[in-house]
């Protein structure tokens, strides 16, 4: 909160009270910004510089932290902004005055579970390897990889000159020509999954995140989005390594 804000705005933000409430609250008199009463609605401020009082009491901006979990459909990207003019998944949310963004990325053919937070710290825990957060992909790839090959893929493969840390891979479905993995992994290198099967000789046809730990979509559409509250976050830091997969 840095940049100019109205006063009442400003107000319910901080929880002082609705945006209406609030602006009864300025006209009665009972807001200072500096240690001047103002009564006028078109005052801004800066949250941060300037001290507001009400009621005699100091109005701390409270920063809100959100964390949503989006079921991201095939076609957006996950920048905040796309220079090509493709769709951005900020625009799926609807109603959310936060400044939220992606924490980490998945490839525009990609769907699955996205979180989007305006936590930097919940952010920066989930990105950084040495919380080891798992991720587990659904990915349906050409052929029918060798059981060896699968192994191989486990125990951790070369990928630009770096060995990919343990995975762990199920397979949940043979079809014709394709067969259906369960892989997770807690490395979040780009493109890896798709390089990792990519390097054993069977691309990646389709893909789907779902789930960061042990916090899964359940049942969440795609393109759908929901809030999440503080003990569906803990389910991302489960130390499950080997998130047991569904029908496998
Ligand atoms: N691995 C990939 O290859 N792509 C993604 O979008 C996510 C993980």
Redesign the pocket.
Known sequence: MTSPLRLQKFLSRCGIASRRKAEEYIAQGRVTVDGKVVTCMGEQIIPGKQKVYFDGKEVVAEERFIYILLNKPKGYVTTLSDPQGRPIVTSLLSGIQERVYPVG???LD?EGALLLTNDGNLAQSILHPSHEVT?T?EAEVKGHPPTASIRRLEKGILLEKKKTAPARIRVKQRGKETTTMVITIHEGRK?????MFQAIGHP?IA?K?LAYGQLTLDGLSIGKYKILQQKELQKIFSHNFLYKHQNS
Not at 191 to 195: A, G, I, P
Request: glycine share 0%.
């Open positions: 990325r998945l490839d990609t991720k992909y493109r890896q999954v798709k390089k990646v893909l995140r």
